[in-house]
């Protein structure tokens, strides 16, 4: 009879410490176990510089500390995983010191996913009080050890959100009574040129910073950003209107809402990073292209927009591709090409020549640079835009974000429902994770993009296929 009041036994795929090297110490109280396929798996991994091979050395490391600081303990009793700059993790690490016998003929003994199942089904059959569980980010791993009798679980703790519906969307819808139970005692004035009001209620202890709020009943609709919450009050500043012509962005108007919040972070120099979420089609890319260009070229608050993105492809590897840094990403920059087309459409007065000299004045202030080199580079007053951001891990997105340098402007763009790497998920994708962290900081900004305006059989096909 298994006694749930004593520590559970968790026995650790290879994958998982693949995927989040630290997860050894993300167990609190309970025991982890390594079977020996596992350390064998970590040997195969280690070679090369793919984020797999850092994080199968940087597992190996972890273990080695482990095994050195216990001295000369028996290793089969099991070593303390506590550590002393770290107290959270209490439990025991055991690795695999016998060798276990296949528990069953269902199973073929030379492949490492069954020998690892193995040592589970043997461990559950030796210590039938305690709860043995195996930990892996394969699917297919945990219905097999489910079908032969083992507890089996996906590796939560790098999940940000369990339900991504539950996601900050930087949006907030005020109630029709909003004015009733908050105008009392409001406070309007104007700097900047722009109005400011300052309104007390049951609502704002709710309010994020920079998040924005609209009510759009009554006569004249109203659109605001939380400029600065303290308790129960809060100043709402009044938007600026970037779907009229006299504010367009480099010949953009913002064609819905959302669009309207976006422009209204991308072109605020007071925030340094801004995450944009949506589905193919809502003007993600040609919004933040506009701002940068605008900003960039007009304004001369950065030197340059760099342009980054995650090489990952929908279908086969096209192989190796020939030239500079800059033309093997062009592949991958058919959005920044797609995009300048009609941002270079916009002049029509320009004519051909006109447009040609814009065209080299543009592309001289683009950089397309690949994310396998931004380790220990420093970006000074750059716009950098982070394309396809749903496909980094939280660990790479951390390694990204912290080359900005003063003056630098991040923007992140993705869509969590079109995930094409392995072992990330909605939940746990870096896109998400950032959203999650960042909501509410002083100087960055976040918005949803809900309605696809690319065109109306783009519209249909991402509602029905």
């Not at 097999?144 to 996601?167: H, P, Q, S």
């Not at 980054?308 to 920059?333: A, N, S, Y």
Request: proline share 5%; charged share 25%; hydrophobic share 40%.
């Amino acid at each position: 009879m298994v006694d749930h009041s004593i520590p559970k036994l968790f026995v650790l795929d290879t994958n998982v410490l693949l995927h989040d090297p630290t997860s050894l110490f993300q167990f609190q109280e309970h025991d982890v176990f390594l079977p020996m396929m596992t350390i064998e798996e970590l040997d195969h991994n280690k070679k090369g510089m793919t984020e797999v091979a850092r994080n199968a050395r940087q597992v190996s490391r972890f273990l080695d500390e482990i095994i050195t600081r216990a001295g000369k303990t028996d290793i089969s009793l099991g070593i303390s995983l506590a550590r002393a700059q770290n107290p959270g993790p209490s439990g025991t690490l055991f690795l695999q010191t016998l060798k276990k016998s296949p528990p069953t003929a269902l199973l073929a003994e030379e492949k490492p996913d069954n020998q690892i199942l193995a040592v589970a089904l043997e461990l559950q059959r030796s210590q039938p009080q305690r709860p043995v569980i195996l930990v892996s980010k394969d699917i297919n791993m945990r219905i097999k050890a489910r079908a032969l009798g083992v507890d089996a679980e996906d590796y939560f703790n790098d999940k940000v959100l369990e339900d991504t519906d539950l996601l900050y969307t930087g949006v907030r819808e005020l109630p029709e009574d909003f004015w009733e139970t908050h105008g009392k005692g409001m406070q309007s004035w104007q700097e900047q040129g722009r109005t400011l009001y300052k309104v007390e209620g049951p609502l704002v202890p709710g309010f994020f910073l920079n998040e924005f709020v609209y009510q759009e009943q009554g006569e004249k609709p109203f659109y605001a950003r939380v400029k600065e919450r303290i308790g129960s009050s809060a100043v709402l500043e009044i938007l600026r209107d970037y779907t009229s012509q006299r504010n367009n962005t480099w010949g953009i108007v913002a064609a819905n809402r959302e669009q309207n919040f976006a422009l209204n972070l991308l072109m605020n120099p007071d925030l340094d990073f801004i995450t944009l979420l949506g589905q193919a089609g809502t003007g993600k890319t040609l919004l933040t292209l506009a701002a940068g260009l605008m900003q960039t070229i007009e304004h001369k608050l950065y030197s340059e927009i760099i342009m980054t993105r995650v090489t990952v492809p929908v279908g086969e590897d096209i192989g190796f591709l020939p030239g500079t840094e800059e033309e093997k990403m062009t592949p991958w920059m058919g959005a920044l090409e797609d995009n300048l087309d009609v941002l270079n459409k916009g002049d029509e007065e320009a004519g051909d020549w006109g447009r040609a000299a814009t065209r080299d004045l543009i592309r001289s202030r683009i950089k397309i640079k690949s994310l396998n080199f931004m380790r220990g580079r420093t970006f000074l007053n750059k716009y950098l835009i982070i394309d396809e951001a749903q496909n980094l891990t939280p660990k790479q997105m951390k390694t990204l974000i912290t080359r900005a340098g003063p003056g630098t402007k991040v923007i992140c763009l993705g869509n969590i429902a079109q995930i094409d790497t392995p072992y990330l998920t909605e939940g746990s994708s870096g896109l998400t994770y950032v959203v999650d962290r960042f909501k509410g900081w002083v100087h960055s900004g976040h918005v949803t993009l809900q309605r696809g305006e690319r065109s109306r059989l783009a519209d249909y096909a991402a509602e029905v296929l």
